[in-house]
């Protein structure tokens, strides 16, 4: 709430939630929102099956939005992806309105041919850059732990990132948000650094062309135009 008040926007403004995978890091207080303020809730029926632990809610605010799925709510198109991760069905999201698209991918071991074809060249895009893998290797990590995130069912190294990034960008491209930093294996630095000098080694401007932002998850970030 404190988040949303620093943005000048309300709880009530949030028309609808779309859940992206039951791992309790993109859950947590999902049910409690659904119940308070009667937000309704999408997700695919594996998710649902998943996510028993947001308790209760009620079924007029229980939809299935299954992967690969495109929806329309008032001017704006959704379609749903699936990505690569050790969730029951995990899937993102795309945003379109007036010619304009904005993407989320985050969560994913490693990009596909067809995720590329969901969010390239979108206006907007929030896009993992999870971990320094020399700082998770050297972490304190359980080495089961590190194999997870490493693996294709895990996260997006800040290299593998930018990699991939080189691919998606396209001439409508402007807004680039790193998400998704481990605290413990990153730092909103070497995100931004990995990125801007493996895109720049594309000649892709990241000074006039192409704005990358940082996020934290305890802050909110500014309002743009799209």
Not at 134 to 150: A, E
Not at 167 to 179: P, S, V
Not at 211 to 226: A, K, N, Q, S
């Amino acid at each position: 709430m404190e988040n949303l008040e620093q943005i000048d926007k309300d709880i009530k403004d949030i028309n609808a939630i779309f859940v992206t995978h039951e791992h309790i890091d993109h859950i947590k207080g999902v049910g409690v929102l659904a119940r308070k303020y009667n937000i309704p809730i999408y997700a695919n029926k594996l998710t649902w099956d998943n996510m028993t632990k947001i308790g209760e809610v009620k079924s007029d605010l229980k939809f299935h939005f299954e992967k690969e799925e495109s929806k329309i709510f008032g001017d704006i198109v959704v379609n749903s992806f699936g990505v690569s991760h050790d969730a029951a069905n995990p899937q993102f999201y795309t945003f379109e309105c007036d010619g304009k698209r904005v993407s989320i991918l985050t969560d994913t071991g490693y990009i596909s041919d067809k995720m590329i074809d969901y969010v390239k060249d979108s206006n907007t895009l929030v896009y993992e850059s999870n971990h320094e893998e020399n700082v998770l290797l050297s972490g304190s990590y359980p080495w089961k732990t590190k194999q997870r995130i490493l693996s294709d069912m895990g996260h997006l190294s800040n290299t593998d990132s930018a990699n991939y990034l080189t691919r998606i960008i396209g001439d409508n491209t402007k807004n680039i948000y790193l998400a998704h930093l481990s605290k413990e294996n990153n730092t909103k630095e070497l995100a931004r650094m990995t990125a801007v000098t493996t895109l720049e080694s594309k000649d892709i401007d990241c000074n006039n062309r192409i704005c990358i932002f940082d996020t934290d998850p305890e802050l909110p970030t500014d309002i743009i135009e799209i």
